[in-house]
């Protein structure tokens, strides 16, 4: 269920970032002064040091404790990979408090962050890196995959230890999810131990973006992990054998230190093609209404006119003020692609899904598929989106199908009527369907859909979650006890 936040929750968060901000803003001119009487090589560990320390002031001067356990488990002046799990935003900062400031942090894209952390994280050395086709689209110039972990093996050779979280992601749900194989093959490329590293009550101390709980983290570091030494050129690919062994390891030695609230059977138990996931596409995976954006898409390149999207603007005004029913508003507003070529239109959305669209998708819940999908879940998309415009997300996710709004054609060319409307009841009546011809059991399957008409839909599964719910939906999401999922951006 879902953390009930209080105006003290906020207001503490606010103070803890300001803090945290003015310490980091106030320092950077002058470590950056200082530094420049340093030799290039050790200037980042000045930065780092610094950094340390403000980070110790900040959780101090807010109410946060971070207890370690099992420090003694870190060898002595050896890098090593410390991999952990990843319940909150800070959780970096948490466990670079406690540790050796000769660490560098391997994290998401510089990007992401505000400007002067940004600048904060280069001067410590850290390494970013591209995870997956959203962060190519949005941060092209930080470094894909293979740089990265090229990058990372080259600090631990070099003598600094690393942070990182194979996860990749927050847990957004509040439970384990999926483990990449990343820092399994960066320590078998610099042969450096991995160091388990479980972090215990951060997803309480911090129960969503805007809040903040006074409190105690706790940090337990588990054993290392010595890995084997490879054969000399030898190809390190996730399927290799050391690499999936080293990796089990140390996805079990994480686990054994956490408490049980945070092993969900979601991730862990459902490795099946008969587990569905059933994804709406509009404020649930797309931040916004794809097909407005694709009609203003359409307007840019002047394959519309001006009064036909004045006339779909009118359509949804007139739904939103509750004077025509919502397929009668459809109806009216998808007249404007009669007699538009089949073809034209498929390769329009394409363009569109690439150019634009791939950049507004929800981030947060993009790691969530990409975990069912490693897990070989039945990814489908149940949306209100036209078929030519849905199917681009369902390439991109690898769908088995999109359950979507289809449009009658005569010989390649549309018609303007609707002949599927995926909407309400209708999308549980295409799921039902949907599931029997496949063999889904939906009692195991997940779905994630962001509004009230999506309910009928949201009930046939085992594991229901509601995206940025308002309204109704949050309402019965809370009477449910169905998970809610805020943080998607």
Not at 74 to 103: C, K, M
Not at 297 to 306: D, G, N, T, V
């Amino acid at each position: 269920m879902r953390h009930r936040t209080s105006i003290h929750e906020h207001v503490a968060l606010i103070l803890f970032a300001t803090s945290f901000g003015l310490f980091v803003t106030l320092s950077y001119p002058f470590i950056w002064l200082l530094t420049r009487l340093y030799p290039r090589r050790f200037r980042g560990w000045v930065w780092r040091r610094v950094a340390q320390s403000i980070i110790r002031a900040a959780f101090c001067a807010n109410g946060i404790s971070v207890q370690a356990r099992h420090l003694g488990n870190i060898p002595p002046n050896t890098p090593v990979l410390f991999t952990s799990n990843h319940p909150s935003d800070w959780d970096g900062f948490v466990i670079f408090s406690l540790i050796d400031p000769n660490t560098v942090f391997f994290t998401a894209p510089f990007g992401q962050f505000a400007w002067i952390l940004r600048c904060w994280l280069r001067q410590m050395e850290a390494i970013d890196v591209r995870r997956d086709a959203v962060d190519d689209a949005r941060y092209p110039e930080s470094n894909n995959k293979a740089i990265a972990i090229r990058n990372a093996a080259e600090s631990l050779l070099n003598g600094k230890s690393l942070i990182l979280f194979p996860e990749g992601h927050i847990e957004i749900l509040h439970s384990l999810h999926y483990f990449h194989s990343g820092a399994a093959r960066m320590a078998l490329l610099a042969h450096a131990p991995i160091v388990p590293v479980a972090i215990v009550n951060a997803d309480r101390i911090f129960p969503s973006k805007g809040c903040l709980v006074r409190g105690a983290i706790t940090i337990a570091f588990g054993e290392a992990i010595d890995p084997p030494r490879l054969e000399l050129g030898e190809m390190l690919t996730k399927e290799h054998p050391e690499a999936k062994r080293l990796h089990k390891k140390m996805h079990d030695s994480i686990v054994s230190m956490l408490p049980v609230r945070y092993l969900s059977d979601d991730y862990y138990k459902l490795k099946s093609k008969r587990t569905g996931v059933f994804i709406d596409i509009d404020n649930t995976l797309y931040q916004g209404l794809s097909q407005v954006d694709f009609v203003l898409y359409l307007l840019k390149l002047h394959k519309i006119k001006w009064g036909q999207a004045l006339g779909i603007f009118k359509w949804l005004f007139l739904e939103k003020t509750h004077l025509v029913p919502h397929r009668a508003m459809m109806q009216g507003a998808l007249t404007v692609l009669k007699g538009w070529d089949a073809g034209e239109l498929s390769h329009h959305a394409h363009s569109f899904f690439n150019k634009q669209a791939l950049p507004q998708l929800h981030y947060g819940l993009f790691p969530v598929l990409e975990d069912h999908i490693a897990q070989g879940h039945t990814i489908v998309f149940v949306s209100e989106v036209i078929h030519p415009l849905a199917k681009e997300f369902g390439k991109f996710f690898k769908a088995s199908a999109t359950l979507d709004t289809k449009l009658e054609e005569e010989e390649g060319h549309y018609t303007g009527e609707v002949g599927t409307l995926s909407y309400g009841q209708k999308k549980a009546d295409l799921i039902k369907r949907y599931a029997t011809r496949a063999h889904i059991d939906l009692s195991k399957s997940f779905a994630y859909a962001d509004s009230e008409s999506d309910i009928p839909f949201l009930k046939l599964v085992g594991h229901p979650t509601v995206v940025n719910p308002r309204g109704y939906l949050n309402d019965w999401a809370q009477q449910e006890g169905v998970s809610v999922y805020e943080d998607s951006d």
